[in-house]
């Protein structure tokens, strides 16, 4: 049984009329420091439905821009979450052309950008418990940010370890082009790594160049030496749901998923594998979850887990 029930509708349109009254979106375009100063650019949505206590951090995709976010967002709006979606830096409206520090990398986006994001969610609502939804890339970094003590769970939606041992044998040719040739190649020729080539954003040189030479390294998220960063992956010890999708076999396979969770060895994991079936589509794949086509059934599965989780004795009921 539902925890709550969310509305058919994603959420209220502007300018519709609802009940007689006029009800707007009320989301803003707003700007969050991440742990160096870098400004972020981000969206804040307030519920749209009776505040749960609840905030919802949702960490994109490599080189994919958080607008990709905002229909779910509405629809946790419209469940009472607040929900913060953000790019990192480098990334859409987060190029801050007046940056004097280093050009970005992979690290920065967990242990600065992720990491300044939960800050920020922590001064601006202190009586609210904060939980996160990590897509691809975006449920990897959570082990970097020094402060994910902060977050009471995370949802990570198709997020594997990029090492390409952990993918399908038939897929190891292209991926050993893609990380040994490809990416290295062309983002020292351009300066950026062109984004088309993998359907993203383009990519800032250092983070194209960390992400290459991750996927080279069977302990993937490692330092310049090759040595694994596992230290805020073990520290963390909130809840973990994985989501492995059965048709996303190429980006996201169930091995490359699995391996991934083993980073967080002391958290309290779970990993669940759906298919499209599950929710009446014929497919869903790398990118298909957070699209507006998907059920609301999908979704909702995922607002009842986190208000769940987030709820005070949520590990002690796990345990």
Request: glycine share 12%.
């Amino acid at each position: 049984m539902a925890a709550f029930a969310c509305p058919e509708r994603p959420y209220p349109g502007p300018k519709q009329e609802q009940h007689g009254k006029l009800d707007t979106v009320t989301e803003r375009t707003i700007s969050i420091p991440a742990l160096d100063g870098y400004r972020l650019a981000a969206t804040l949505f307030p519920p749209t439905a009776p505040d749960n206590g609840i905030v919802v951090q949702i960490n994109g995709a490599t080189g994919v821009r958080r607008e990709y976010y905002h229909d779910y967002a509405r629809f946790l709006a419209g469940c009472g979450f607040h929900v913060v979606t953000y790019n990192y830096r480098g990334i859409g409206d987060s190029r801050d052309i007046g940056w004097h520090g280093a050009e970005p990398t992979l690290r920065d986006w967990g242990e600065k950008d992720l990491a300044g994001v939960i800050d920020w969610i922590a001064r601006e609502f202190p009586r609210h418990r904060l939980v996160c939804v990590g897509h691809s890339g975006g449920g990897q970094w959570l082990g970097l940010a020094r402060n994910n003590g902060r977050v009471q769970a995370q949802l990570a939606i198709a997020s594997p370890s990029g090492y390409w041992g952990h993918f399908r044998a038939r897929d190891w040719p292209r991926l050993l082009f893609v990380w040994y040739l490809l990416v290295p190649l062309a983002t020292r020729l351009l300066g950026r790594f062109p984004g088309r080539l993998i359907g993203s954003e383009d990519l800032p040189r250092g983070v194209a160049l960390e992400r290459a030479r991750w996927c080279r390294n069977p302990h993937y998220i490692s330092d310049r030496g090759g040595q694994p960063l596992r230290a805020h992956f073990h520290g963390y010890r909130g809840r973990l749901r994985f989501y492995v999708i059965d048709d996303d076999r190429f980006h996201a396979p169930a091995n490359a998923v699995r391996a991934l969770a083993g980073f967080y060895a002391y958290a309290d994991v779970q990993i669940l594998h759906v298919t499209p079936a599950d929710f009446g589509v014929t497919a869903i794949g790398h990118f298909g979850f957070f699209r507006a086509g998907m059920p609301p059934q999908a979704w909702q599965q995922t607002a009842d887990w986190l208000y769940e989780a987030a709820r005070p004795d949520a590990l002690q009921r796990a345990g």
